[in-house]
């Protein structure tokens, strides 16, 4: 009888030594720990995205929004495709209790670099000056804005007969392919008409050529859904993605299958 009982609890030693060595997450009372927050599900790849820190795999509670709780001090995190084993994107953070970090991991196709973004970097931006917008945004949409640099062209639209009516207002020069890079631009928003239709449509040219991009029927390609300014402050994060469309004339022919741009919001 005395052997079964120490038989079990040596086994249960075993047991509290082997859990608490693979949960990371835990406190013992004497090592402070700090929270730090990755939302990886702005990632083409988030079913296939984990996580290392200081080498070892660790769990993203993507039901807590990317929580992960480490001990205080300095933490390497590389994010890594399950699939190859590959690391696209690593982060160095003080770890600091009293202080609770977030950070988002931004990839609109497999075919992009990972970058971080601010979950509140639109937040404390100020406002843009009356009538101006201020628009940060970047070129995700390679395949067909094939340019290293954009100039994007803000454009008013009305219809005449069966036919849109572009009126420039502005243009935005020189975008690159990522946000991490990218600046807020002032954009004049210009005296509307009371024809003109709700929004602003986007034309694109390669920066310092007059290389344009074209739709199937051979002019120039412009987006068909509105940026629509808000009321409160006009300011906007955004990215250029593909979308595949019906077949249709005014929109892009790219490797047998048709596609509009689309202007799409970081922050919802």
């Known amino acids: ?40 599900s702005k990632t083409a790849i988030s079913d296939h995205l984990k996580v290392k820190y200081n080498g ?29 084993g590959s690391v696209l994107l690593e982060k160095i953070i003080s770890i600091d209790p009293t202080v609770t970090e977030r ?21 404390n931006e100020e406002a843009a ?12 949409s390679k395949s067909l804005v094939p340019f290293e640099k954009t100039d994007i062209i803000i454009n008013f639209r009305y219809t005449q007969g069966r036919q849109f009516v572009y009126v420039p ?24 008409m009371p024809n003109y239709q709700p929004g602003y449509f986007c034309s694109f040219k390669e920066h310092g050529t007059d290389n344009e991009v074209k739709n199937a029927g051979g002019t120039m390609y412009y987006t068909h859904i509105a940026i629509i300014p808000d009321e409160e402050k006009n300011v906007f994060t955004r ?4 979308v595949e469309y019906i077949a249709n004339n005014l929109y892009i022919f790219y490797e047998d299958l048709y596609y509009f741009i689309d202007i799409a919001n970081v922050y919802d």
């Open 1 to 40: 009888m005395t052997k079964r009982v120490y038989n079990c609890l040596i086994n249960f030693i075993i047991c509290a030594i082997l859990f608490s060595c693979a949960k990371l997450d835990y406190d013992d009372g004497i090592t402070p720990f700090g929270e730090v927050y990755f939302d990886i």
């Open 56 to 84: 070892s795999p660790i769990e993203l509670q993507q039901t807590a929004g990317g929580r992960v709780r480490v001990p205080q001090g300095e933490a390497k995190f590389e994010f890594y495709d399950t699939r190859s």
């Open 103 to 123: 950070f988002v991991l931004f990839q609109p196709s497999e075919d992009d670099p990972i970058a971080f973004l601010d979950p509140h970097g639109q937040d």
């Open 129 to 140: 000056p009356q009538g101006f917008m201020k628009i940060k945004i970047a070129n995700y």
């Open 169 to 192: 207002v502005d243009t935005i020069q020189s975008i690159g392919q990522t946000l991490d890079t990218a600046t807020y631009r002032l954009v004049n928003m210009g005296e509307r």
């Open 239 to 242: 990215y250029l993605t593909p």
